[in-house]
T-cell receptor, first 110, second 115 residues
Framework: QKEVEQNSGPLSVPEGAIASLNCTYS??????FFWYRQYSGKSPELIMF????GDKEDGRFTAQLNKASQYVSLLIRDSQPSDSATYLC??????????FGAGTRLTVKP | DGGITQSPKYLFRKEGQNVTLSCEQN?????MYWYRQDPGQGLRLIYY???????QKGDIAEGYSVSREKKESFPLTVTSAQKNPTAFYLC??????????????FGSGTQLSVL
């Protein structure tokens, strides 16, 4: 079974802090990795993607990938209350097989 | 604006009834997908289609049917055989099939509930 695991949370951080979200995956053949943000009752929105080992930065967001350890993480710097949402980790295992974690609920407190 | 349109936003099904969820995209994407989301669970793939007139079952296809007669449209029918249909249904598309580096984009979703 090709699994993607995330801590369900809730993860609570104060405004301005760094939020760290983690995801592990089971299939070593996984090729590409995505983070989606989902507000309650809304559809997932793609915020970051990463294909190679290392870090990728986009504004306040940094995705980190370590294929040897099979984890991918998302850091959110200077967290804002508007970042409060559920963050879904998705892993593209092979053609037409995108696996999603159950999501981590993040709350940023003013 | 390009995007994926799902309708209706909310849908209620009576026991024994078939209902159809609409999904239309104007992104000129070849591939389209239907996912189901239950509280506290990850998205699960119901069906996907890479080209017109062709579609494949996903992990939880039982009780569902689809068609792909046009590139832009991929409707999902929830049949009476689906005994637990209450969920949030998400339609998605990608430029091509989900090979390396392809991204998935979602519609706004349909919340289906049983009366």
């Amino acid at each position: 079974q090709k699994e993607v695991e995330q801590n369900s949370g809730p993860l609570s951080v104060p405004e301005g802090a760094i939020a760290s979200l983690n995801c592990t995956y089971s299939d070593r053949g996984s090729q590409s990795f995505f983070w989606y943000r989902q507000y309650s009752g809304k559809s997932p929105e793609l915020i970051m993607f990463i294909y190679s080992n290392g870090d990728k930065e986009d504004g306040r967001f940094t995705a980190q990938l370590n294929k040897a350890s099979q984890y991918v993480s998302l850091l959110i710097r200077d967290s804002q209350p508007s970042d409060s949402a559920t963050y879904l980790c998705a892993v593209n295992v092979d053609n037409n097989d995108m696996r999603f974690g159950a999501g981590t609920r993040l709350t940023v407190k003013p | 604006d390009g995007g994926i349109t799902q309708s209706p936003k909310y849908l209620f099904r009576k026991e024994g009834q078939n209902v159809t969820l609409s999904c239309e995209q104007n992104l000129n994407h070849d591939a389209m997908y239907w996912y189901r989301q239950d509280p506290g669970q990850g998205l699960r793939l119901i069906y996907y289609s890479q080209i017109v007139n062709d579609f494949q079952k996903g992990d939880i296809a039982e009780g569902y049917s689809v068609s792909r007669e046009k590139k832009e449209s991929f409707p999902l029918t929830v049949t009476s055989a689906q005994k637990n249909p209450t969920a949030f249904y998400l339609c998605a598309s990608s430029r091509a099939g989900l090979g390396a580096n392809e991204k998935l984009f979602f519609g706004s979703g349909t919340q289906l509930s049983v009366l």
